[in-house]
């Protein structure tokens, strides 16, 4: 068991060494110029971070939800034999929560992508 | 009794969480009020059911979610909390452009995963639960979309407590590895039966009290709270300092009256906790010393109380920790309803030097807030004052008199900066003018109810008393 | 019915709440509506529960009815329960009986003042913390009512704070029943230690199971009665009682005449076979009563404030009670509490009267004549005076004389010739007082002549209430000669009271022993007749034969003095002492101290508060790793 507390003493340390470093061999005399974003030497046009639809995110994040919560049904489908009519249950009832899920997305516009 | 009834408060607080939030895509943004009215009458619905099954014993899924009397306790206690911040919120979150109707789902889900907690014996299904509720709980933080603090207290409680949820799984593994079982009784009766403790076993025990230990926000597991309590909105402050920090309680009173019991005193555990609650403690208190934001204030003053809180625990004492939690949360969601009474469309009072005279221009708030900080810094005839006495007592009688030293001292620290807030309200003159939205009936209902609680339990805490006694006599062990 | 008797005392108390909360913006007259309401519905409710109480078997005794569990603690449980029984009853009945009448006073008396809904919130408090003290079934419960009407004494003596005497006598009044409360607790202390229950039922079997021994007894007696002497004003004790009459009169009628100042004489009975076990303690009670009797009733003679006299005659009145107690007599002790209740109440209440009538005036050097002037204020101060001297037939001279007949029959010869000795005193001060107030030359400031009213019907109609029980009251505890059975009193107090040893005194000797009274009484008020109207030079004739004895007894014995000097004085100084060498260098200097060591740390602390979501999870991570080495090594 030593060997997990040297893990996590080694990582800690190392950790705590690489941000004290920072702290107090990096130079820290800060000007305008250095706090704005480097662009090349030439003055920035616009914020460095450009901001794009969400709804990509949100097309992504359901997508993924949804993928990944119809992988529960193969472990359902080798054993809904061996456990009939409850396995049918249970699984009605999970369906019902994803279709739930599945309606507040849709009213709340994720879908619409004006 | 093996019977689905076990289910059954669960299972109507989550449709009641479903049903809320379908609703909340139907209903138009000036009907949205009607949510919280639907929760809390799911809330009442299930609060009756605790007393119907309060004789009765069910368990469900092979014992792995048992309605003991220590659940429906801490069940009730849940839904007072949870039904008492929806109150709150009514007006709050119009007023300070909150009001999505998530919000009600968001709190009723993060009380479904409280009650898997409580009421689960086996540490993988309170993982579960524990994921529930923090998820639900990162979502609430953040509630105020337009406010930068509030996204940032989002963001960090998320990162934070992914972290620190790796760490009790991390232990849940390593249990698991040592006992093969990863049930709260099968693992405790490997550390009965094997006479060298195991290292492995110890080291995943003191992983899973540091996942605990976030989540009631004990030093060094503290640093997020005050950040996130500041930004978080204030009844979902209210709500964090008492939810998350009873139900960790709850999961380790399971744990540790058992566990005491079976390992010698000098036990390293024991040290540990014993260190932890000092520095919780003397930390909690020190720093609240010098804030001046309320929320602030209140955040470090709920780390405190996990210190005291944590002396209960190890005291072996499972009915004064019962008695504190309850005493806490009339007191501590009455001084939240007294800070939140405080603001007005787009703006919160939250600073010391905005408090200067409100106890003469608002003398309703100003009266029954000073009750609330009297009972938190724990001065008679209020519930604060029993609570610590019975926690400070049962520590006595099991010999912890340095710690409960600390403790005394600890809460002497503590008067100054709940003083403090009442000078200001008495003492000074009002530096700046403030105007506040009064009419708020909820509100006044709770802070009315809460002061009620705090009265009931600081006078007459016979009967609750009883009810603690029977909800630890029921216990297994 | 009975088993609503539990509502008695939870009625002024609810009526008190609302007027705390919305008494400043109700109108006076709901107030006084409400107020007085309360106290007649606990009066209307006792006296039902007092007949349904007639009607069950005495096996039944004490009715119980507890409300919740108020302390638990261990296996030590309190209850918050209230008992119903027959001394309870009688109790309850008299509290909330006078009491009404003394609120009806009040709304007339009170009328102008400005605190008019704070007066009748304390004054509903007061009613429930009285009916609480005598209604709980243990001695926890009683002592929450005793310390609550000791509250409300304090807050009703200093009503008008404005005024620096009244604010001091309500200090004083507050701390030295304070010395006797200690007794009293500690006497709780030792009934939980030795007899384990709070319970009256529970230590009541105790004793007569003989789990405690006499010394025992003893110890928590004296103890107990150390309570009673504070609160009911016995030597040495009684200082405060007559600075309590700056207090607004109705006030000092219900509490430091008829109801509060008798709660030891209640508490002593409600123990009572504590101190019959004791005995020691019993004589004690007795002797105490009987000098304190005798020697309040000295200082009675020479005052000339109206209302100090009447205090200074509560406390010789209060002698008597005890007297009674302490002989084994206890329900002659409390059939004169019962009497008391009346007359004196009345006394008090005529007397503000006068006041009324004359702006407020209390010197009765300024008196006098005023018979003609208060033609209803006149008759019933006169039949309250007629009472308390023991003339036969009014309620004082069945009480008194039950209590000196006990004395006699139970061969505490000094004590029946102090009680004896207190009578002639009393009839004459009493006497005193009529003669130079209502009777004699006019003596009045011109001023204080021109406002010369009657008082109103809400005043006088109480006066007139009270004054027919002054009458009738004593008719329920007729002495033995008259016929055995006659004697109700006794008979219904019976099973609270079972008087130890049964003493009774030939047909001859009792009538003896009334002959004196009567003429006790009378001689008195004949020898008031002399002095004051008959030949008014006497009194001065005896100051300058007897200067001393006169300057004694007007500065009341000097007892306020040596107090002062004795103990108050010391106390004072030293706790200057104390203060400026202790409090302000060692205590300051340390909090001061830790205080900015405390701050110091905070700040640093509150250094490592960064806000950076890093440094967070680093002092975490540091968190794991002490923590899991902790566990390794």
Same mark, same amino acid.
């Given at each position: 068991?030593?060997?997990?507390?040297?893990?996590?003493?080694?990582?800690?340390?190392?950790?705590?060494?690489?941000?004290?470093?920072?702290?107090?061999?990096?130079?820290?005399?800060?000007?305008?110029?250095?706090?704005?974003?480097?662009?090349?030497?030439?003055?920035?046009?616009?914020?460095?971070?450009?901001?794009?639809?969400?709804?990509?995110?949100?097309?992504?994040?359901?997508?993924?939800?949804?993928?990944?919560?119809?992988?529960?049904?193969?472990?359902?489908?080798?054993?809904?034999?061996?456990?009939?009519?409850?396995?049918?249950?249970?699984?009605?009832?999970?369906?019902?929560?994803?279709?739930?899920?599945?309606?507040?997305?849709?009213?709340?516009?994720?879908?619409?992508?004006? | 009794?093996?019977?689905?009834?076990?289910?059954?408060?669960?299972?109507?607080?989550?449709?009641?969480?479903?049903?809320?939030?379908?609703?909340?895509? +139907?209903?138009?943004?000036?009907?949205?009020?009607?949510?919280?009215?639907?929760?809390?009458?799911?809330?009442?619905?299930?609060?009756?059911?605790?007393?119907?099954?309060?004789?009765?014993?069910?368990?469900?899924?092979?014992?792995?979610?048992?309605?003991?009397?220590?659940?429906?306790? +801490?069940? @009730?206690?849940?839904?007072?909390?949870?039904?008492?911040?929806?109150?709150?919120?009514?007006?709050?979150?119009?007023?300070?452009?909150?009001?999505?109707?998530?919000?009600?789902?968001?709190?009723?889900?993060?009380?479904?995963?409280?009650?898997?907690?409580?009421?689960?014996?086996?540490?993988?299904?309170?993982?579960?639960?524990?994921?529930?509720?923090?998820?639900?709980?990162?979502?609430?933080?953040?509630?105020?979309?337009?406010?930068?603090?509030?996204?940032?207290?989002?963001?960090?409680?998320?990162?934070?407590?992914? @972290?620190?949820?790796?760490?009790?799984?991390?232990?849940?593994?390593?249990?698991?590895?040592?006992?093969?079982?990863?049930?709260?009784?099968?693992?405790?009766?490997?550390?009965?039966?094997?006479? &060298?403790?195991?290292?492995?076993?110890?080291?995943?025990?003191?992983?899973?009290?540091?996942?605990?230990?976030?989540?009631?926000?004990?030093?060094?597991?503290?640093?997020?709270?005050?950040?996130?309590? &500041?930004?978080?909105?204030?009844?979902?402050?209210?709500?964090?300092?008492?939810?998350?920090?009873?139900?960790?309680?709850?999961?380790?009173?399971?744990?540790?009256?058992?566990?005491?019991?079976?390992?010698? &005193?000098?036990?390293?555990?024991?040290?540990?906790?014993?260190?932890?609650?000092?520095?919780?403690?003397?930390?909690?208190?020190?720093?609240?010393?010098?804030?001046?934001?309320?929320?602030?204030?209140?955040?470090?003053?709920?780390?405190?109380?996990?210190?005291?809180?944590?002396?209960?625990?190890?005291?072996?004492?499972?009915?004064?920790?019962?008695?504190?939690?309850?005493?806490?949360?009339?007191?501590?969601?009455?001084?939240?309803?007294?800070?939140?009474?405080?603001?007005?469309?787009?703006?919160?009072?939250?600073?010391?030097?905005?408090?200067?005279?409100?106890?003469?221009?608002?003398?309703?708030?100003?009266?029954?807030?000073?009750?609330?900080?009297?009972?938190?810094?724990?001065?008679?005839?209020?519930?604060?004052?029993?609570?610590? @006495?019975?926690?400070?007592?049962?520590?006595?009688?099991?010999?912890?008199?340095?710690?409960?030293?600390?403790?005394?001292?600890?809460?002497?620290?503590?008067?100054?900066?709940?003083?403090?807030?009442?000078?200001?309200?008495?003492?000074? &003159?009002?530096?700046?003018?403030?105007?506040?939205?009064?009419?708020?009936?909820?509100?006044?209902?709770?802070?009315?109810?809460?002061?009620?609680?705090?009265?009931?339990?600081?006078? +007459?805490?016979?009967?609750?008393?009883?009810?603690?006694?029977?909800?630890?006599?029921?216990?297994?062990? | 019915?009975?088993?609503?008797?539990?509502?008695? /005392?939870?009625?002024?108390?609810?009526?008190?709440?609302?007027?705390?909360?919305?008494?400043?913006?109700?109108?006076?007259?709901?107030?006084?509506?409400?107020?007085?309401?309360?106290?007649?519905?606990?009066?209307?409710?006792?006296?039902?529960?007092?007949?349904?109480?007639?009607?069950?078997?005495?096996?039944?005794?004490?009715?119980?009815?507890?409300?919740?569990?108020?302390?638990?603690?261990?296996?030590?449980?309190?209850?918050?329960?209230?008992?119903?029984?027959?001394?309870?009853?009688?109790?309850?009945?008299?509290?909330?009986?006078?009491?009404?009448?003394?609120?009806?006073?009040?709304?007339?008396?009170?009328?102008?003042?400005?605190?008019?809904?704070?007066?009748?919130?304390?004054?509903?408090?007061?009613?429930?913390?009285?009916?609480?003290?005598?209604?709980?079934?243990?001695?926890?419960?009683?002592?929450?009512?005793?310390?609550?009407?000791?509250?409300?004494?304090?807050?009703?003596?200093?009503?008008?704070?404005?005024?620096?005497?009244?604010?001091?006598?309500?200090?004083?009044?507050?701390? *030295?029943?304070?010395?006797?409360?200690?007794?009293?607790?500690?006497?709780?202390?030792?009934?939980?230690?030795?007899?384990?229950?709070?319970?009256?039922?529970?230590?009541?079997?105790?004793?007569?199971?003989?789990?405690?021994?006499?010394?025992?007894?003893?110890?928590?007696?004296?103890?107990?009665?150390?309570?009673?002497?504070?609160?009911?004003?016995?030597?040495?004790?009684?200082?405060?009682? /007559?600075?309590?009459?700056?207090? /607004?009169?109705?006030?000092?009628?219900?509490?430091?005449?008829?109801?509060?100042?008798?709660?030891?004489?209640?508490?002593?009975? !409600?123990?009572?076979?504590?101190?019959?076990?004791?005995?020691?303690?019993?004589?004690? *009670?007795?002797?105490?009563?009987?000098?304190?009797? *005798?020697?309040?009733?000295?200082?009675?003679?020479?005052?000339?404030?109206?209302? !100090?006299?009447?205090?200074?005659?509560?406390?010789?009145?209060?002698?008597?009670?005890?007297?009674?107690?302490?002989?084994?007599?206890?329900?002659?002790?409390?059939?004169?509490?019962?009497?008391?209740?009346?007359?004196?109440?009345?006394?008090?209440?005529?007397?503000?009267?006068?006041?009324?009538?004359?702006?407020?005036?209390?010197?009765? !050097?300024?008196?006098?004549?005023?018979?003609?002037?208060?033609?209803?204020?006149?008759?019933?101060?006169?039949?309250?005076?007629?009472?308390?001297?023991?003339? /036969?037939?009014?309620?004082?001279?069945?009480?008194?004389?039950?209590?000196?007949?006990?004395?006699?029959?139970?061969?505490?010869?000094?004590?029946?010739?102090?009680?004896?000795?207190?009578?002639?005193?009393?009839?004459?001060?009493?006497?005193?007082?009529?003669?130079?107030?209502?009777?004699?030359?006019?003596?009045?400031?011109?001023?204080?002549?021109?406002?010369?009213?009657?008082?109103?019907?809400?005043?006088?109609?109480?006066?007139?209430?009270?004054?027919?029980?002054?009458?009738?009251?004593?008719?329920?505890?007729?002495?033995?000669?008259?016929?055995?059975?006659?004697?109700?009193?006794?008979?219904?107090?019976?099973?609270?009271? !079972?008087?130890?040893?049964?003493?009774?005194?030939?047909?001859?000797?009792?009538?003896?022993?009334?002959?004196?009274?009567?003429?006790?009484?009378?001689?008195?008020?004949?020898?008031?007749?002399?002095?004051?109207?008959?030949?008014?030079?006497?009194?001065?004739?005896?100051?300058?034969?007897?200067?001393?004895?006169?300057?004694?007894?007007?500065?009341?014995?000097?007892?306020?003095?040596?107090?002062?000097?004795?103990?108050?004085?010391?106390? *004072?100084?030293?706790?200057?002492?104390?203060?400026?060498?202790?409090?302000?260098?060692?205590?300051?200097?340390?909090?001061?101290?830790?205080?900015?060591?405390?701050?110091?740390?905070?700040?640093?602390?509150?250094?490592?508060?960064?806000?950076?979501?890093?440094?967070?999870?680093?002092?975490?991570?540091?968190?794991?790793?002490?923590?899991?080495?902790?566990?390794?090594?």
């Amino acid at each position: 068991m030593i060997e997990i507390f040297l893990v996590f003493l080694i990582f800690g340390l190392l950790g705590a060494l690489l941000l004290l470093m920072n702290k107090f061999l990096g130079p820290s005399k800060s000007s305008p110029t250095k706090e704005s974003p480097f662009e090349c030497g030439s003055p920035y046009l616009q914020e460095g971070i450009n901001p794009f639809p969400i709804k990509f995110y949100l097309v992504a994040f359901l997508f993924l939800l949804f993928d990944i919560e119809v992988v529960f049904f193969f472990p359902w489908a080798l054993i809904f034999k061996d456990m009939g009519l409850t396995a049918l249950i249970v699984m009605f009832a999970y369906i019902f929560v994803l279709v739930l899920g599945f309606i507040y997305a849709w009213k709340k516009g994720v879908f619409e992508w004006e | 009794m093996n019977s689905l009834f076990a289910l059954l408060p669960l299972v109507i607080i989550v449709i009641a969480s479903l049903l809320v939030l379908l609703l909340e895509v +139907f209903l138009k943004k000036e009907n949205k009020n009607y949510l919280g009215f639907i929760s809390l009458f799911f809330l009442i619905v299930c609060a009756i059911l605790y007393f119907r099954f309060w004789n009765e014993e069910f368990s469900y899924f092979k014992g792995s979610l048992v309605l003991d009397k220590l659940s429906l306790f +801490f069940f @009730f206690i849940f839904a007072v909390a949870v039904s008492f911040v929806i109150l709150l919120s009514m007006k709050y979150i119009s007023l300070q452009d909150a009001n999505h109707g998530e919000f009600y789902a968001l709190l009723l889900f993060a009380l479904s995963g409280m009650m898997i907690m409580v009421s689960s014996s086996s540490l993988v299904i309170i993982f579960l639960g524990l994921e529930v509720l923090s998820i639900s709980s990162y979502a609430l933080a953040g509630l105020k979309r337009k406010d930068k603090k509030s996204s940032e207290a989002a963001i960090k409680y998320f990162l934070l407590g992914s @972290f620190a949820s790796g760490f009790f799984v991390y232990g849940l593994a390593l249990l698991y590895g040592a006992s093969h079982s990863t049930d709260i009784s099968g693992i405790l009766d490997y550390f009965r039966s094997s006479p &060298e403790l195991s290292l492995m076993a110890t080291i995943g025990l003191g992983l899973v009290i540091i996942g605990f230990g976030f989540k009631i926000a004990v030093v060094p597991f503290h640093m997020w709270t005050p950040d996130v309590y &500041e930004g978080a909105p204030t009844p979902i402050t209210a709500f964090f300092s008492i939810g998350p920090k009873a139900v960790g309680f709850a999961v380790l009173l399971r744990i540790f009256l058992y566990y005491w019991r079976i390992t010698p &005193e000098s036990q390293a555990i024991f040290w540990l906790l014993w260190i932890i609650s000092v520095l919780t403690m003397l930390v909690g208190n020190l720093i609240a010393l010098r804030q001046t934001n309320l929320k602030r204030i209140l955040a470090y003053s709920s780390i405190a109380h996990a210190g005291y809180l944590m002396v209960a625990i190890l005291a072996r004492d499972g009915s004064s920790l019962l008695f504190y939690l309850a005493a806490y949360l009339f007191m501590n969601l009455g001084a939240f309803a007294a800070v939140i009474a405080l603001s007005k469309k787009g703006k919160e009072y939250l600073e010391l030097d905005d408090y200067a005279g409100v106890g003469f221009k608002y003398p309703w708030i100003g009266a029954t807030f000073t009750i609330f900080l009297l009972s938190l810094a724990g001065f008679p005839p209020t519930a604060g004052f029993l609570a610590k @006495f019975y926690v400070f007592s049962a520590a006595v009688r099991e010999g912890l008199v340095p710690l409960v030293i600390i403790g005394v001292l600890a809460s002497l620290i503590s008067v100054f900066y709940y003083l403090r807030i009442v000078v200001y309200m008495y003492m000074r &003159e009002p530096s700046r003018e403030i105007a506040i939205h009064l009419e708020n009936p909820a509100l006044f209902l709770v802070i009315f109810l809460c002061l009620y609680g705090v009265l009931q339990l600081g006078i +007459f805490p016979g009967n609750i008393l009883l009810i603690i006694r029977e909800a630890i006599n029921a216990l297994p062990f | 019915m009975t088993e609503i008797f539990w509502l008695i /005392p939870f009625l002024p108390l609810l009526s008190s709440f609302i007027l705390a909360i919305f008494g400043r913006t109700l109108p006076k007259k709901y107030i006084s509506f409400q107020a007085c309401l309360a106290v007649f519905a606990s009066f209307i409710i006792s006296v039902i529960s007092f007949f349904g109480l007639l009607k069950i078997s005495q096996e039944s005794y004490p009715l119980i009815k507890s409300l919740f569990t108020w302390i638990a603690s261990g296996s030590f449980t309190i209850n918050f329960s209230l008992q119903f029984d027959p001394l309870s009853a009688v109790m309850a009945m008299v509290v909330s009986g006078v009491g009404f009448i003394i609120h009806v006073y009040s709304v007339g008396y009170m009328d102008k003042d400005k605190g008019y809904s704070r007066y009748f919130t304390y004054l509903n408090l007061f009613t429930f913390a009285m009916l609480l003290l005598v209604m709980s079934s243990n001695i926890v419960l009683m002592f929450v009512g005793w310390e609550g009407v000791g509250l409300c004494s304090y807050l009703l003596i200093g009503f008008w704070f404005e005024k620096d005497s009244a604010a001091n006598a309500g200090k004083k009044a507050f701390i *030295v029943t304070r010395i006797g409360d200690l007794g009293f607790l500690l006497g709780i202390f030792f009934i939980f230690v030795h007899i384990g229950s709070a319970e009256f039922t529970a230590i009541n079997q105790a004793i007569s199971g003989g789990a405690v021994t006499q010394g025992l007894a003893t110890l928590i007696a004296l103890l107990l009665f150390m309570g009673a002497v504070g609160k009911s004003a016995q030597i040495p004790l009684y200082v405060w009682l /007559p600075d309590a009459m700056e207090g /607004p009169t109705p006030v000092s009628a219900l509490i430091h005449a008829a109801t509060m100042v008798t709660a030891g004489v209640y508490m002593v009975c !409600r123990m009572n076979l504590l101190y019959t076990l004791s005995g020691t303690a019993a004589l004690v *009670v007795g002797v105490i009563g009987a000098v304190t009797a *005798v020697y309040a009733a000295t200082m009675a003679l020479t005052q000339n404030d109206i209302k !100090r006299v009447l205090a200074y005659s509560t406390i010789s009145q209060i002698g008597y009670m005890f007297i009674g107690c302490g002989v084994g007599a206890y329900s002659a002790g409390m059939f004169h509490l019962y009497t008391h209740a009346f007359f004196k109440s009345l006394l008090f209440l005529s007397a503000g009267s006068v006041m009324h009538a004359l702006s407020g005036e209390l010197d009765m !050097r300024k008196m006098g004549g005023l018979r003609k002037y208060l033609p209803f204020t006149y008759p019933a101060f006169l039949i309250g005076a007629i009472a308390i001297a023991g003339v /036969p037939f009014l309620s004082g001279f069945f009480s008194k004389d039950a209590i000196l007949t006990q004395a006699f029959a139970n061969k505490q010869y000094f004590i029946w010739i102090l009680g004896v000795l207190g009578a002639i005193l009393t009839a004459f001060y009493m006497f005193r007082l009529i003669f130079l107030t209502f009777q004699g030359e006019e003596r009045l400031e011109p001023e204080a002549k021109e406002h010369l009213h009657e008082s109103p019907p809400v005043m006088t109609i109480p006066l007139g209430i009270l004054a027919f029980f002054s009458i009738i009251a004593g008719f329920i505890g007729v002495p033995a000669v008259f016929g055995e059975k006659l004697n109700w009193f006794n008979k219904f107090l019976e099973p609270v009271m !079972r008087p130890g040893h049964e003493v009774h005194l030939s047909i001859q000797t009792e009538w003896l022993l009334i002959i004196i009274s009567v003429a006790v009484a009378l001689f008195g008020i004949y020898l008031a007749y002399i002095f004051y109207i008959k030949k008014p030079q006497t009194p001065h004739q005896l100051n300058a034969k007897f200067p001393y004895v006169y300057k004694l007894l007007y500065n009341k014995y000097y007892v306020d003095e040596i107090y002062n000097a004795v103990f108050v004085k010391p106390v *004072v100084r030293g706790s200057e002492i104390v203060y400026d060498n202790f409090d302000l260098k060692v205590i300051d200097g340390a909090v001061n101290g830790s205080a900015s060591v405390t701050g110091l740390s905070g700040k640093i602390l509150s250094y490592l508060q960064t806000g950076l979501i890093k440094d967070y999870a680093l002092v975490f991570l540091f968190g794991v790793i002490l923590f899991l080495g902790y566990l390794l090594f």
